[in-house]
């Protein structure tokens, strides 16, 4: 892999120090206008929990304690059935199992 797109961690780095780095990457090398989060559950796993640091404050805000389940967005479904989801951009359903 190419210097430039290597990522690295420091040793001991905290949970949400980790995950910043890592949406800070992906969005320095996937594609300009991309933005990157990563989303937790809390250890009950139902609720989610974010880390989106170039997302709106309003946004995370909105996603931070949503619960999770069948019919929770493409978020909140992929934590309930622990796949990947994605939306579908048609009318009818809201989330397509991938």
């Known amino acids: 892999m190419p210097a430039d797109k290597q990522f690295n961690v420091q040793c001991g780095a905290s949970l949400p120090a980790i995950l910043k780095s890592i949406t800070n990457w992906a969005e320095l090398h ?5 933005f990157a989060s990563v989303l937790l559950t809390d250890e009950q796993g139902k609720r989610l929990l974010h880390a989106a640091p170039s ?4 946004y995370n805000q909105a996603i ?5 389940g069948p019919e929770a967005g ?6 309930y059935l622990k796949e990947t989801v994605s939306k579908r951009y ?4 809201a989330v397509k199992r991938s």
């Open 90 to 93: 048609s009318k009818g359903s």
């Open 30 to 34: 996937v594609n300009d206008g991309f």
């Open 64 to 68: 931070h304690g949503l619960a999770v």
């Open 55 to 58: 997302l709106p404050a309003h």
């Open 74 to 79: 493409c978020c909140g479904t992929a934590a």
